[in-house]
């Protein structure tokens, strides 16, 4: 495993650039006190809607904030919603779809179906209509993340289920009188989880994706918290003031390329199927 | 028969989601903590006990949940989503009046989406691991990657403000009138108006949302089309017909697209679910009169009945374009059939 990971930074050059560019945002984000040059909520009116210079490196928004400052702390939030999301929902949608998996019959057809019902919804629109419902802060933004995302991972997980399950080991485990509970703890979630943690690192960046629409729509975290959703739609108004939204987008963009990229690596690695040659 | 059998299968499960996903919307309405009474009433009304008991017991408001729900599901099976809010006018008529923007969009953008996802895909696979590929799939990646709202943002700042040679926000330019709604596609009623000029500026109104809307199930659709597509190759059937002595392209387009293709489908239908949900955010940033904008304004305006409304009718599209899809599938590929 360590020498394809060793392997793939020498070959796959997209997946090292990932890791790179994902590397450098959680380190800013660590460092952002002894990185940002200026406090990323203090406002200077005197200072308005400047271009990028020396002073202020990407500029400063409407209210004279340093936007260089607001975008290394905004990692700090992008990063925590985007990872804390992947892994409540893959927790809760690995377990939900073991158990649907492992039980079978009645119990996985209901359980199957209720999860297909939140996913027959558009995401975005569900996300919005529970925030909007529970009030804007990031705890109920993730919240409503959480259970957008977790349906998937349980489908994934019911999946890879129904056949492991089939495993000899497993009916040894049976045979042995151990307790579905413990057939379930120890052998079958443990070679099943590969699949669901391909997904969960696939889905970090949408999950980044997510979070900055909810904050770009107003249903984030409350101003003047530097997230970068809200940083782009604070410079919607200012449409000709490239670097108010621009700087902030970039920051979203780069963070999602790098999680897809590493993502994709991963998949390409852990995936048997895809390792043939063409 | 069996083909019969199979798509009358399908059918039943659409009515029996549909009827879960009605449930579960009625349940997430139940959990809003605001008083529809005091939402929907003026301070006057409100402050005169029979107003307020004749406006609970018209919605069915002063009964027990069970028959609350029994009323709503009566009201849904007469097609009646209540009152706008915020417009005051019968949510329906308010869905009705912004559907056919959004589809118009929609189907422009999964044109795009598809053509442009093949095409690269197929490319992508016949020179895998070349520069050719990395360049393919950093451009997938960055299509799945890019956030579309600042994605919008940017091709305004520069296809409409700065280059000036693409329309901004809005439907039509401010030269022409709405055509004749027959169709409800400004493109499609336009050219039966005969008024070339106006259909052209439509079509390039639907240029710079569309490609917005289209970018993360163009990402989406070129990733399926290579994995797949190199799976194909990898078969025996493939390798005999290689080993007949016949050319790449002939091999790609005539025995290994047709397979390859088959789960692309799939991913093609679950994009068109996804457009939809994603036109919030194009909507609203291209000023286009849609679902997805009416939504976002219902949203900040806590107009329940219309979020409920919105969420009902794009479930409903999802649901129906995923029954399609398994159809078709069926239809396809017959493996699915007998599984």
Known sequence: MLHSLKKMFKSNYLFTFG?????????????????????????????????????HIFGTDNFGRDIFSRVIYGGRYSLLAGCLTVVIAGCIGTIYGAIAGYVGGAVDNIMMRLSEMIL????????????????????NTMFALVIVAWPSYARVMRSVVL???????????????????????????????????????????????????????????????????????????????FWVAGFPGLAIFT?????????????DLLDPKLRKQF | MERLKFIGKRLVYLVIMLFG???????????????????????????????????????????PIIVQYVYYMKNLLHFDLGTSIRTNNAVLSELARCYPATIELAVFAIILATLFGILFGVISAIKRNSIID???RAISVTGVSLPSFWFALLVLYFFYYKLQILPGPGRLGNAF????????????????????????????????????????????????????????????????????????????IHHALGNALIPVLTVIGLGFGN??????????????????QFAYQSVLSNDYPSIIGVALLIALNYMIINTVVDILYGIIDPRVRCS
């Open chain 1, 120 to 139: 027959s919804f558009p995401s975005l629109i569900l996300a919005m209509i529970i925030n909007a419902v529970m009030g804007s802060n990031l705890f």
């Open chain 2, 177 to 252: 009138s709405a055509p004749q709604t027959v169709t409800g596609f400004f493109v499609i009623d336009s050219l039966l108006e005969g008024d070339i000029p106006k259909a052209l500026d439509a079509l390039r109104h639907l240029i710079l949302p569309g490609t917005v809307l289209a970018a993360f199930t163009m990402g989406l659709i070129t990733r399926t089309t290579r994995s797949n597509l190199l799976d194909v190759m990898s078969t025996d059937y493939i390798r005999t017909a290689r080993a007949k002595g016949l050319s790449s392209v002939r091999l790609i």
């Open chain 1, 19 to 55: 890791v790179i560019i994902c590397l450098f945002w959680i380190i800013m984000a660590i460092i952002a006190p002894m990185v940002a040059p200026y406090d990323p909520v203090v406002q200077d009116l005197t200072l308005r809607l400047k271009a990028p210079s020396a002073a």
């Open chain 1, 255 to 267: 963070m999602a390329v790098g999680a897809n990229f590493i993502g994709d690596g991963l998949r």
């Open chain 2, 275 to 292: 457009l939809l949900g994603g036109m919030v955010l194009v909507e609203t940033i291209f000023n286009w009169p849609g679902v997805g």
């Open chain 2, 134 to 136: 990395q360049i393919v």
């Open chain 2, 21 to 63: 996903v009605a449930t579960l919307v009625f349940i997430l309405t139940k959990l809003v903590p605001g008083d529809p009474v005091t939402a929907n009433l003026s301070q006057r009304a409100l402050g005169d006990p029979q107003i307020v008991a004749a406006y609970k017991a018209k919605y069915g408001l002063d009964q």
């Open chain 1, 163 to 241: 056949s492991v399950r089939e495993n000899e080991y497993v009916t040894a485990s049976e045979a042995l009188g151990a307790s579905r509970f413990r057939i379930l703890l120890k052998e079958i979630i443990p070679n099943s989880i590969t699949s669901v943690l391909i997904m969960a690192t696939t889905d970090i960046g949408n999950q980044i994706l997510m979070f900055s629409t909810l904050s770009f729509l107003g249903l984030g975290s409350a101003p003047p918290t530097p997230e970068w959703g809200m940083m782009v739609s604070d410079g919607v108004q200012y449409f000709n003031k």
